[in-house]
């Protein structure tokens, strides 16, 4: 799985910085909390994205704003 859009907009030029600002695993699902820059405007987003867990796979993303 590739997982390096979010909104639509792409890590590489969608956005003028992307951290991860905090990481948390289960056995059911991993949850990923990106501090986000946007090329347009000033106001840096956070969003939260869950990745649930079957078995040895992670299914798609499901991100949204905090």
Same mark, same amino acid.
């Given at each position: 799985m590739e997982f390096?859009?979010?909104e639509g907009k792409?890590?590489?030029n969608g956005f003028t910085d992307v951290s991860l600002d905090r %990481? %948390?695993?289960s056995d059911t699902e991993l949850q990923l909390t990106f501090k986000l820059?946007?090329?347009v405007g000033v106001n840096e987003t956070t969003e939260l994205c869950k990745f649930?867990?079957?078995g040895?796979?992670?299914a798609e993303p499901e991100?949204?704003?905090q």
């Open positions: 390096c859009d979010i792409n890590f590489n %990481a %948390a695993f820059m946007s090329l649930r867990v079957d040895e796979r992670l991100c949204t704003a």
